[in-house]
């Protein structure tokens, strides 16, 4: 079974265009991340939800919307999608929030979205 | 922000050697460290973490942490073609964020 499951895998598109990335964990956690990975593969965080709530909303412009129905699902919506959009984007999950000294704040990630602006 | 920096790569070594990756972070008040390991076109996968002064092994990995220096290692013995990947390093404090490192890529040779 997969834990931290991403969809699409691949998602090419158009300068312009509005478009979701939908992710779903099965392994019970409490909290859910959204993360960038560019093209020098440097990886940062975008935001973060514990219980629904939103816990970290890095420097991000406001085209990019995150969502989360409940405690196991976190979308991503990006309006007017940018060149500079094109990356990898992974889900990443963990028991609790990252921070406290403990094993609940271990973060496992998806297999990650491909995305690539036209 | 925390910063996290890496020993630039990439590094390369014979099968059996030890690999050895080093890492420095800015935050005094950094609370956890952790290594993950990337394969190309993977996602990243946790490997190792470590919250306490000393060492912490598991398997041919040795995570190495000295709060006072603001320095965590990862050792890995022992090392197998399997091992050829780039592997982050990633620190936490208080603020819930993890932070990481670009990363180091390892690749040995057979």
């Known amino acids: 079974d997969t834990a931290v499951s991403q969809t699409p895998k691949y998602l090419v598109t158009q300068m312009g265009n509005d478009k979701s990335i939908k992710c779903e964990q099965n392994l019970g956690h409490d909290t859910m991340y959204w993360y960038k990975q560019d093209s020098k593969k440097f990886l940062k965080i975008m935001f973060s939800y514990n219980n629904k709530e939103l816990i970290i909303n890095e420097t991000v412009p406001n085209r990019f919307s995150p969502k989360s129905p409940d405690k196991a699902h976190l979308n991503l919506h990006i309006n007017s999608l940018e060149l500079g959009d094109s990356a990898v984007y992974f889900c990443a999950s963990s028991q609790d929030l990252a921070g406290e000294w403990s094993s609940y704040n271990e973060q496992f990630f998806g297999p990650g979205t491909r995305l690539t602006v036209l | 922000q925390k910063e996290v920096e890496q020993n630039s790569g990439p590094l390369s070594v014979p099968e059996g050697a030890i690999a050895s990756l080093n890492c420095t972070y800015s935050?005094?008040?950094?609370?956890?460290f952790f290594w993950y390991r990337q394969y190309s076109g993977k996602s990243p996968e946790l490997i190792m973490s470590i919250y306490s002064n000393g060492d912490k092994e598991d398997g041919r990995f040795t995570a190495q942490l000295n709060k006072a220096s603001q320095y965590v290692s990862l050792l890995i013995r022992d090392s197998q073609p399997s091992d050829s990947a780039t592997y982050l390093c990633?620190?936490?404090?208080?603020?819930?964020?993890?932070?990481f490192g670009a990363g180091t890529t390892v690749t040995v040779r057979a």
């Open positions: 990633a620190v936490t404090a208080d603020d819930y964020k993890l932070s």
């Open positions: 935050d005094r008040v950094s609370q956890s």
